[in-house]
C-alpha cells in the first residue's frame, strides 16, 4: 500500500489554515536565502507558496553570496527581535564560508521553525520538545495516519544526520521501537535492513536499498532525494521491485516531501501561538 504523503500534506495545510482563520492570529515565516543556489531557490519558492496557501505571512531576504557573515547575523538579530515574524528559517545550505552552525545558533529558539538549534535538539532528546525537524516529523505523522504504531517493532534507521536520521531515530524511540541506525561505515548493511518491521532510508543514492535487503512486509519510508538526468526525482529505494515485497512504502515523489512541506507550516502556526 502506497503512503499517501502529497494527500496527508494537503490536510496538514487545510488544518493549520482552519486554525489561522478561527484564532485570527497571522503567523510570519522569514525565510532567509543567501546566494543563488538553483535547488534553494526551489525549496524557497515552494515555502513562500504553501505559507500564501495556508495564510501565514512570509518575508523573503535574499542576501548576495558575497554579504558575508556579520550581515546574515545582524540580519537574524533583527528578525529575532522582530513582534511579527514568528519563524525563522534559513535556506541551508549556506554558500562556502559562511559558519552554518554559528548562523543556526544564532536564530532565536522560539522561533526556529526548522528545529535544527541546540535547544531545540536538546529538547527532542529529553522529549520535552516545542518543535520537531520537519521531515521525520512528517515520517511519524504519516505513520500515525495509516495507523502503524513504531510501538515494540524493530525500526533501521540508514542515514544518521542532525536533520534527518539522528532525530528520527530519536522520535521512533519516544514511540517505544528499537531502533538501530545505520551509516556510511555500517558494515553489512543488508543485514541490519532485513530486520526492519520499519524501515527509514535518508541516504540520497539511487537505489541504495534493493529487493533483495527488505523484510516481506515491511513499512518502507524513503526520505532520499536523487536527481534523476533528464529531470525528475527519486528516492533511495528500488520503488518497484520493493514495492512487491513492502506492506506500506512512500512513494518518491509525492511521500515524505511534501510532509516536510506541511509541516514547515505547522512549525510555524505553533511558533506564532506559543510566541502570542
Ligand atoms: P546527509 O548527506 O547529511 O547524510 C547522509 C547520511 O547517509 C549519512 O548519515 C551517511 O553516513 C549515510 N550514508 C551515505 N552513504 C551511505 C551508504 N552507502 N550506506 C549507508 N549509509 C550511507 O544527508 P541528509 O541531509 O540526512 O539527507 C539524506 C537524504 O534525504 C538526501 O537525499 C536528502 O536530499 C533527503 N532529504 C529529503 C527530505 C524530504 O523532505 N524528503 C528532507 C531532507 C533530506
Same mark, same amino acid.
Given at each position: 500500500m502506497v503512503l499517501d504523503g502529497k494527500g496527508l500534506a494537503k490536510k496538514v495545510l487545510e488544518n493549520v489554515k482552519a486554525q489561522i482563520e478561527s484564532t485570527g492570529l497571522t503567523p510570519g515565516?522569514?525565510?532567509?536565502?543567501?546566494? %543563488?543556489?538553483?535547488?534553494?531557490?526551489?525549496?524557497?519558492n515552494n515555502k513562500k507558496k504553501d505559507c500564501a496557501e495556508c495564510g501565514i505571512k512570509s518575508e523573503e531576504f535574499a542576501l548576495p553570496e558575497n554579504a558575508g557573515e556579520g550581515k546574515l547575523l545582524a540580519l537574524i538579530d533583527e528578525l529575532n527581535n522582530r513582534k511579527d515574524i514568528h $519563524? *525563522?528559517? /534559513?535556506?541551508?545550505?549556506?554558500?562556502?564560508?559562511? #559558519?552554518? @552552525? !554559528? /548562523? *543556526?545558533?544564532?536564530?532565536?529558539?522560539? !522561533? %526556529?521553525? %526548522? #528545529?535544527f538549534h541546540m535547544l531545540n535538539v536538546g529538547r527532542i532528546f529529553t522529549g520535552?520538545?516545542?518543535?520537531?525537524p520537519c521531515t521525520p516529523a512528517g515520517v511519524i505523522e504519516l505513520l500515525d495516519a495509516y495507523d502503524i504504531d513504531p510501538k515494540g517493532k524493530h525500526c533501521v534507521v540508514v542515514g544518521h544526520s542532525?536533520?534527518?536520521?539522528?532525530?528520527?531515530?530519536?522520535?521512533?524511540? &519516544?514511540?517505544?521501537?528499537?531502533?538501530?541506525?545505520?551509516?556510511? &561505515?555500517? /558494515? %553489512?548493511? #543488508?543485514?541490519?535492513?532485513?530486520?526492519?518491521?520499519?524501515?527509514?532510508? #535518508?541516504?540520497? !543514492?539511487v537505489n541504495l536499498i534493493t529487493a533483495?535487503?527488505?523484510?516481506?512486509?515491511?513499512?518502507?519510508?524513503?526520505?532520499?532525494?536523487?536527481? !534523476? @538526468? $533528464? $529531470?525528475?526525482?527519486?528516492?533511495?529505494?528500488?520503488? @518497484?521491485?520493493?514495492?512487491?515485497?513492502?506492506?506500506?512504502?512512500?512513494p518518491v515523489p509525492g511521500g515524505v516531501g511534501p510532509m516536510t512541506r506541511a509541516l514547515l507550516m505547522r512549525n510555524t502556526l505553533e511558533a506564532a501561538k506559543n510566541l502570542n
Open positions: 515565516l522569514a525565510v532567509v536565502i543567501v546566494g %543563488d543556489n538553483p535547488a534553494s531557490r526551489v525549496y524557497v $519563524g *525563522i528559517l /534559513v535556506q541551508l545550505p549556506l554558500p562556502v564560508g559562511y #559558519a552554518q @552552525e !554559528k /548562523v *543556526i545558533q544564532a536564530i532565536s529558539p522560539a !522561533k %526556529d521553525v %526548522d #528545529a520535552n520538545y516545542s518543535f520537531l542532525n536533520i534527518v536520521g539522528k532525530p528520527m531515530a530519536m522520535m521512533l524511540l &519516544h514511540r517505544h521501537a528499537t531502533v538501530t541506525i545505520c551509516h556510511i &561505515h555500517t /558494515v %553489512d548493511l #543488508a543485514s541490519f535492513t532485513r530486520q526492519a518491521d520499519i524501515l527509514v532510508c #535518508a541516504v540520497g !543514492k533483495d535487503m527488505v523484510k516481506q512486509g515491511a513499512v518502507v519510508i524513503d526520505v532520499g532525494i536523487n536527481r !534523476k @538526468e $533528464g $529531470g525528475g526525482i527519486c528516492g533511495d529505494v528500488d520503488y @518497484e521491485a520493493v514495492s512487491e515485497k513492502a506492506s506500506y512504502i512512500t
